[in-house]
């Protein structure tokens, strides 16, 4: 299964942190800090007022999180990322972000346990329904569609693998005016590209494959 760009380019690979390349280190250091420091008062005034980007606080902005967020934005071909403190952080954020009250989402069926229970606990007492569909039956995907603000997809999905048409999906969400979201944990950016498919957002797991030696948690 490849689906999205018909080559992994492994250039990409080699990215952000050839900019800063600290101490002209291969792997970049890590910035094992809560606060910088600013080096002087016209400096601190300066970022503040949003005249300059800098870190300050590491929930905002730090550097080895952004070489992460560089690294995965070029991987995933997207204009930019965003580091999550988990997979799960990633999803609930990602998700929130677009729904209210009274919204509706639909979701590919057999997603990611967590999630599932997410859409069945919290969504609920939002009054935010979730409706399941068979990703392989894009009649079905269509049917559902009408008035969804947001399309929750999976492929393939957690346990029993499910494939799907990534590109047709994201077309039928798209037409309906859904914003399309993907966990794409499983196939990994090296296997499929979905913003090059047409989805909106793509969320990731970096437990699994991202990280690939079960040593990391983002
Ligand atoms: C497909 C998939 N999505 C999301 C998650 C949640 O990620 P995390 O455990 O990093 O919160 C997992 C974790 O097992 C997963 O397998």
């Known amino acids: 299964m490849n689906q999205g760009n018909d080559l992994f380019d492994p250039a990409s690979l080699i990215v952000a942190h050839d900019e ?9 250091p890590l910035v094992q800090t809560s606060l910088f420091t600013f080096s002087s008062y016209d400096e601190m005034v300066s970022t503040y007022r949003g005249e300059k980007v800098r870190p300050v606080y590491t929930r905002g902005l730090n550097p080895t999180v952004r070489l992460f967020e ?4 070029k991987l995933e ?3 930019d990322a965003l580091g999550f403190a988990s997979g799960m952080s990633a999803i609930s954020s990602t998700v929130l972000s677009f729904v209210s009250p009274g919204d509706r989402i639909v979701a590919v069926r057999h997603v990611y346990p967590d999630a599932f229970r997410l859409f069945g606990t919290f969504m609920q007492r939002m009054n935010i329904e979730v409706t399941y569909v068979d990703g392989r039956d894009e009649a079905a995907v269509e049917k559902a569609m009408p008035g969804a603000k947001l399309f929750y997809m999976e492929s393939p999905t957690s346990w029993v693998m499910e494939a799907h048409d990534v590109g047709a999906l994201a077309a039928i969400g798209k037409r309906h005016g859904a914003v399309t979201v993907i966990d794409n944990s ?3 950016p090296v296997f499929q590209q979905p913003i090059s498919l047409g989805v909106d957002l793509v969320v990731h797991s970096a437990s699994k494959y991202l990280g690939g030696h079960s040593d990391v948690v983002s």
């Open 186 to 188: 499983w196939a990994s």
């Open 70 to 73: 560089e690294m995965l934005a």
């Open 77 to 79: 071909g997207a204009e």
């Open 20 to 28: 800063t390349h600290a101490f002209e280190a291969v792997v970049p």
